[in-house]
């Protein structure tokens, strides 16, 4: 494909001369080598031609670009670690500011806060913090970029315990549409810091995140698997434990195909069944003490569960998913989870189209439900269960089938949920779902960005339209 006219004519001046002679970082343009490998992202479905990728290496650089596109109305995609669903850190024509080389980090031990750069991924962040036995609430994978996953809220292991990523976020620098930037918290910039909790890459460029840590090293957690006859039992035993648990636990239910490797049993390879991936930060000498009671359900198929330290757990499911497959998503809140969803669950759940797919539901229950449903932009607080469907597979010749058993799966079980969904976790469903995310923080999301971003430089995400 072809850059845009538009883009061509712009690029075509001394702005760019100028940008690309002031630019630390590297400039990549259509034909360079590397051009190829630089614009592409995690996942394999997306196949866009930006124009110009600036790789930016600091604050300078960054304010560098967003000027420029700016000066020249190209238009700009932002890129932290590139794995959005429908691809929005990149771009057809106009300028990706790629701040993947953007990685530093300092941990502030004695303050239990960690400073991250805006290209973090979430192992980059756990390899810095786990030297000090410290962690801050990410994700359930280490590979994805810090930057994407707190704007739109940040569900993980440590959910119930510490709540949401954006409720341990205490500051961000953000560059601007106009190119100034800026320190939002909740004394500076406080309308800024209430909309980047959940309100996505909207607002600006963070090229920094502060980030409030705990006392986190060794957990007890890892998967448990159990045949597929067992999962309308299992369903039901673990809605019930999750909703009542205490909060130093969590435990998220899976669909999988059991992947034809080790560390699995080889009588399981390539079987459907069931599973809920544990995380446990309380005192581990209670640990199996406590884990009795889920054992109790029925002994697992496949029992992983114990000592591990955090990284390692964060980091587990890494291999299985490398970059480039073929990714589909779709997902939905729900407040609970009743016997007739159970069963529409084992329905679907059993039809997993390719070993990559899979089903997940995340508790989002204990601490963080703690702020209420306006306190951030992030609005789902009410809601117990965030689940996503994902088709996956490394080749796109399964997409169509894929794609048809994620949206049945959806459709079917969408009549239960809550409205709205995780932002986080779908593909680009338009205006009326970003709407329906953020339910009635929409008009003060739409008017912050109207003060910081009337011409809507910031459009490659979850678009808030600016207020009229
Ligand atoms: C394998 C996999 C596992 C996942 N697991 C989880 C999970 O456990 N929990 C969870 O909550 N989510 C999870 N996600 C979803 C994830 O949060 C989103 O895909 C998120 O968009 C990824 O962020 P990124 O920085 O890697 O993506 P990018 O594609 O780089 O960016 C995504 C969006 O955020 C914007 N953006 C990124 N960084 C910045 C920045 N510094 N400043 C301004 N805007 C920025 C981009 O412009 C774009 O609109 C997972 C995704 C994948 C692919």
Not at 231 to 245: E, G, H, N, T
Not at 295 to 309: H, K, W
Request: glycine residues 10%; negative net charge.
């Amino acid at each position: 494909m072809r850059v845009q006219e538009h883009d061509n004519a712009a690029l075509a001046d001394t702005a760019l001369q100028n940008f690309a002679s002031r630019l630390r970082g590297e400039l990549i343009r259509q034909g360079d080598a590397g051009y190829d490998a630089a614009r592409k992202v995690y996942n394999g479905m997306i196949d866009k031609h930006p124009a110009l990728i600036a790789r930016c290496v600091d604050v300078a650089d960054v304010i560098a670009a967003v000027n420029l596109a700016r000066e020249r109305q190209l238009t700009l995609a932002v890129r932290g670690g590139g794995h959005n669903g429908p691809g929005l850190g990149v771009c057809d024509g106009g300028l990706v500011l790629d701040l993947s080389r953007m990685k530093g980090i300092r941990v502030d031990p004695a303050a239990r806060t960690v400073r991250v750069e805006g290209g973090c991924t979430w192992g980059d962040v756990d390899h810095a913090t786990h030297a000090f036995g410290l962690a801050t609430p990410s994700g359930f994978i280490s590979t994805t970029g810090v930057g994407g996953l707190t704007l739109g809220g940040g569900i993980g292991y440590l959910a119930r315990t510490y709540g949401l990523t954006i409720d341990n976020l205490l500051e961000v620098d953000m560059v601007l549409a106009d190119g100034r930037l800026v320190t939002a918290n909740a004394e500076k910039y406080a309308d800024l810091f209430w909309a980047v909790r959940g309100g996505g890459g909207n607002f600006g460029v963070v090229t920094s995140f502060l980030f409030k840590l705990h006392p986190i090293s060794t957990v007890y957690g890892g998967p448990m698997i159990w045949p597929m006859e067992q999962a309308a039992d299992l369903l039901k035993f673990w809605r019930d434990f999750i909703l009542d648990a205490p909060e130093d636990i969590n435990g998220w239910f899976a669909f999988i195909t059991v992947p034809p490797a080790p560390p699995f049993p080889e009588q399981f390879h390539m079987q459907k069944m069931c599973a809920v991936v544990w995380c446990y930060t309380g005192p581990l000498d209670q640990a199996e003490q406590r884990f009795k009671a889920i054992r109790a359900f029925g002994p697992p198929a496949v029992d992983f569960a114990g000592p591990i330290p955090w990284p390692v757990l964060q980091s587990m499911f890494d291999a299985l998913y490398p970059a480039g497959l073929q990714w589909y998503w779709k997902a939905d809140f729900f407040r609970e989870l009743s016997d007739q969803a159970v069963d529409l669950h084992v329905k679907y759940g059993a039809q997993l189209p390719t070993m990559h797919s899979t089903m997940h539901i995340y508790p989002i229950n204990g601490a963080a439900h703690r702020p209420g449903r306006s306190d951030t932009a992030f609005s789902f607080r009410d809601v117990n269960f965030a689940q996503v469907i994902v088709g996956v597979h490394p080749d796109p010749s399964q997409n169509e089938r894929m794609i048809a058993w994620a949206r049945d799966y959806w459709l079917a079980l969408h009549a239960h949920s809550a409205g709205g969904a995780y932002l986080n976790m779908i593909m680009d469903e338009g205006e009326d779902m970003v709407k329906a995310a953020y339910r009635d923080n929409y008009p003060r999301l739409a008017q912050i960005k109207a003060a910081y971003d009337q011409t809507n430089l910031f459009r490659m995400n979850q678009n808030i339209k600016p207020a009229s």
